[in-house]
């Protein structure tokens, strides 16, 4: 005779009728989603076996199965500057279960959008688990840097032709990409020359101080991040650069 759990089709099914001597093979099918966690002949476990054959048949025997949900895996993958949470939180989680993931901005930080196996804007969402899944979370870099000019940052005098070292300090919640470097030789309302362009955050370079001399000059340095935001700083007040024609 044969037995078996939800989610299991024994093949042949039912009571079935063997000559004696005779042989007789079983097969067991798993429905979607489940997996066979056990059989058992004669009430022994032969395993989680999907056939089984009897030979040589002299006495009634009995066939049984037990069956498993599968187990599904979720993994999670992130850009930009946050976390997710799961509830629950599950390192597996059962076939045809649900789980709610839960986007959470970093500070500078704003989601966007889940993608992969959850394509969705909402936050919180919830997700089927039907099959493993691989889900990204997008976050949107939505902060300035900061930035500010430390020398020569006002009173200063600097001489043309000599090296002359000019500092700055910028900071940003993913990361400085570049910053430039002007001067102004007529006060903080330029026009500015480029001293450097693009250059890495370092905090500082060395400047070959060039003419005309001049006692209104003014240092401005830009801070740029990768997603094209920018923020400014003036030397606090003005300083000279020596030597030269043209004092203004």
Not at 59 to 68: E, L, Q, V
Not at 169 to 197: C, Q
Request: hydrophobic share 40%; glycine share 10%; no cysteine.
């Amino acid at each position: 005779s044969v037995r078996s759990s939800l989610s299991l089709k024994f093949s042949p099914s039912g009571a079935v009728s063997v000559p004696i001597n005779g042989s007789q093979s079983f097969t067991i099918t798993p429905n979607a989603g489940f997996h066979v966690l056990d059989v058992l002949v004669d009430g022994s476990s032969v395993g989680a076996v999907t056939t089984f054959p009897f030979t040589n048949v002299t006495a009634n025997h009995t066939i049984a199965a037990s069956f498993a949900t599968d187990s599904r895996t979720l993994t999670l993958n992130i850009v930009g500057g946050g976390t997710v949470t799961k509830s629950p939180n599950l390192p597996a989680y059962p076939n045809a279960s649900s789980v709610q993931l839960t986007a959470n901005p970093g500070i500078g930080w704003a989601f966007s959008a889940w993608s992969g196996s959850l394509v969705s804007t909402n936050n919180p969402e919830t997700l089927l688990m039907d099959a493993d899944k691989t889900v990204t979370s997008t976050f949107l870099d939505i902060a300035a840097p900061t930035v500010a000019v430390t020398s020569p940052n006002g009173g200063e005098v600097l001489n043309a032709g000599n090296s002359s070292l000019l500092t700055w300090t910028a900071t940003d919640n993913a990361s400085v990409t570049s910053v430039d470097l002007e001067i102004s030789r007529t006060g903080a309302g330029g026009p500015y020359d480029f001293v450097a362009a693009g250059q890495p955050n370092t905090g500082t370079i060395s400047w070959l101080v060039t003419s005309p001399a001049t006692t209104h000059a003014v240092l401005r340095a830009t801070a740029r991040d990768a997603a094209g935001h920018m923020t400014q700083d003036l030397s606090n007040a003005e300083f000279s650069i020596a030597g030269g024609a043209g004092v203004s």
